[in-house]
């Protein structure tokens, strides 16, 4: 296993069946994009802050980003080390609790020794668990309601779904060729006249 990248995972409900995620397609997905959201929402609590007149804007925003995106990168990191460990799903929410526990553990160790250790574990295990339960709730929803705004093409690309009352429309290959006819016509028309008008 001398490159990591070559390994196949499995996915949750990947969209088709002959596409398998390398193994750095399935760490971005399943650490890399959380702490990155973790960190901009913690950069977004610390521009909301009490403390940002004390210790500036800047500062706390980074500070509270900081915290949070170390925080979801050991959790997603510990989550994954046990879905791996334990050679079970993804969606198994008995590896979020272990991952909570564990990262818990360990922060709260760091923060405020052995009672703290215990407290933060037994908010991490709850805390995760429930983040998780609810992200798989909300992705069939989150996947229904990009299917309705967005429209895929066959070429693979897509874009924004207008609605059908909307005055742009999107035209397809034929009414865009029946379009470009008419404005040759058109401009060919005016050329005509111009040049008629100037005789």
């Not at 553990?105 to 052995?114: M, T």
């Not at 805390?127 to 989150?142: H, K, S, V, Y």
Request: charged fraction near 20%; include cysteine.
């Amino acid at each position: 296993m001398s490159s990591g990248d070559e390994q196949k995972l499995p996915t949750e409900g990947s969209a088709s069946p002959s596409f398998t995620p390398t193994f750095r397609d399935y760490w971005k997905e399943r650490i890399l994009y959380p702490t990155l959201l973790a960190g901009v929402g913690g950069g977004g609590i610390g521009l909301v802050s009490k403390h940002r007149k004390t210790h500036g804007l800047a500062n706390i925003s980074a500070t509270y980003a900081t915290n949070l995106a170390i925080v979801a990168s050991c959790y997603c990191g510990a989550r994954e080390f046990v879905r791996v460990t334990r050679r079970s799903e993804p969606g198994d929410l008995i590896n979020s609790a272990l991952a909570g526990f564990g990262t818990g553990a360990l922060l709260g160790n760091l923060q405020g020794g052995q009672a703290g250790a215990i407290r933060y574990s037994l908010v991490f295990a709850v805390a995760g668990t429930a983040f998780d339960f609810a992200t798989m709730r909300l992705n069939p929803m989150m996947k229904a309601f990009n299917g309705s705004m967005f429209q895929h093409e066959k070429n693979g690309e897509s874009r924004l779904k207008l609605p059908e009352w909307s005055p742009i429309q999107v035209l397809d290959e034929e009414a865009l060729a029946a379009k470009k006819a008419r404005e040759e016509k058109l401009y060919s028309q005016r050329v005509l006249g111009k040049m008629s008008k100037e005789e």
